[in-house]
């Protein structure tokens, strides 16, 4: 008698499929049939006397300003797009690699779907292609992060109704109007949870004559980062009102303490919110009017580590007049939505940023 479950578990063996968000601050891996199993820092460790790839992702992460100088612990991608490609091809293949053991499978070759920001160029969408190409993926297919994180919100993206979706990264900040299974307006902007990292560094050494480093300005985000005054703490958790920070002070060169309170980094961020407050308010000048009518029944829907940050939701709500929410499990939207894509490739081919290795059903 013909076992259909077994039939698929033994394909499942030689087909190995992945989706891949591979984000400026963290790459999260999807293997078809199985879900969500990897996610690791984007962050390789590399020796530069011998050119060799030391560790990736979490025990590279461990390194970072912790290294002596001739061994680099650095981000392989900056603002969603490869700035180093031969790392991004190690970090790729170690992805790839990782999936495949802890997907069991028996499969050399793989397809993948990985997310890219909005308004890449045809040389950064390229260089992604070549790079997984490199590291084992036998066809890849390129989807834009603001389609992919509205898939993975659940919005009935392929209907023709207005959604619009807000995914603040590590890298960029991507806005778009989505609408029949296509982007109809997207914005993208290099202003992410990097650059509030940044903010916060450049405040502690204008303010306090402090030198942190970013990990530290991230931790202090994270504790008490806010940029509404109204707003509601995470998971219902008392958010403490200041934090210690301890650096290098700048004119005695000592070790110092000093305590940095919420509306420190308030002001802090105030300039990276206000340019993408900017940016939302300009693509939804640029919607089409009759879409514009069905987002402000439905609401602006954001995702990415950045949505988390606190009272943002308010803040856009308060700013466009529109109401903002922030969907459920943010981080892992981009992921989850090529996930949807990866497994229903042959049915949803249309919302790839390219279609042309596809062969299309007829």
Same mark, same amino acid.
């Given at each position: ?10 394909? @499942? ?6 989706? &891949? ?129 509205? &898939? @993975? ?5 392929? $209907? ?45 050494? $204008? ?43 700048? +004119? ?7 305590? +940095? ?14 340019? &993408? ?6 693509? +939804? ?9 069905? +987002? ?14 606190? @009272? ?15 969907? $459920? ?27 042309? $290795? ?5």
């Amino acid at each position: 008698m013909f076992n259909s479950k077994m039939f698929n578990l033994i394909k @499942g063996k030689f087909v190995h499929d992945i989706a &891949i968000d591979l984000g400026t601050a963290n790459c999260l891996v999807y293997v078809k049939g199985r879900g969500i199993i990897l996610s690791e820092p984007s962050v390789v460790a590399v020796n530069k006397k011998t050119g060799q790839v030391l560790a990736i992702g979490r025990e590279a992460e461990k390194m970072v300003g912790r290294t002596p100088g001739y061994i680099i612990a650095s981000k392989p991608l900056v603002g969603g797009v490869i700035s180093d490609f031969e790392v991004a091809e190690q970090m790729l293949r170690y992805l790839i690699e990782r999936s495949r053991q802890k997907g069991f499978s028996l499969s050399p070759f793989c397809r993948a779907v990985i997310g890219v920001p909005c308004g890449v160029t045809e040389v950064e969408k390229k260089a992604v292609k070549d790079a997984a190409k490199s590291a084992g993926a036998r066809e890849v297919f390129l989807i834009e992060e603001p389609m992919a994180a509205a &898939i @993975g919100a659940h919005l009935p993206v392929q $209907e023709a109704s207005g959604n619009f979706i807000v995914d603040i990264g590590g890298g960029t900040a991507e806005v778009a109007t989505v609408s029949l299974g296509g982007i109809v307006v997207s914005k993208s902007l290099r202003v992410a949870g990097n650059r509030f990292d940044e903010d916060i560094v450049n405040f502690s050494q $204008e303010e306090y004559k402090l030198l942190i480093g970013p990990r530290t300005a991230e931790q202090i985000k994270v504790s008490i980062g806010s940029v509404y005054s109204d707003a509601i703490p995470l998971n219902g958790k008392v958010m403490p009102k200041e934090i210690s920070m301890r650096g290098r002070n700048l +004119i005695t060169g000592l070790p110092e303490e000093v305590v +940095i309170t919420q509306s420190d980094v308030r002001r802090a961020l105030e300039k990276s919110v206000k340019q &993408i407050i900017s940016e939302i308010k300009e693509a +939804i000048e640029l919607t089409p009017p009759e879409l514009i009518s069905d +987002i402000m029944k439905k609401g602006i829907f954001m995702s990415g580590g950045g949505a988390l940050l606190r @009272g943002l939701d308010k803040l856009i709500a308060k700013e466009t007049k529109i109401p903002t929410m922030i969907i $459920e499990d943010p981080m892992t939207a981009v992921v989850r939505g090529a996930g949807v894509v990866l497994e229903n490739l042959d049915e949803v081919y249309n919302v790839l940023a390219e279609v042309e $290795e596809l062969e299309v059903p007829k």
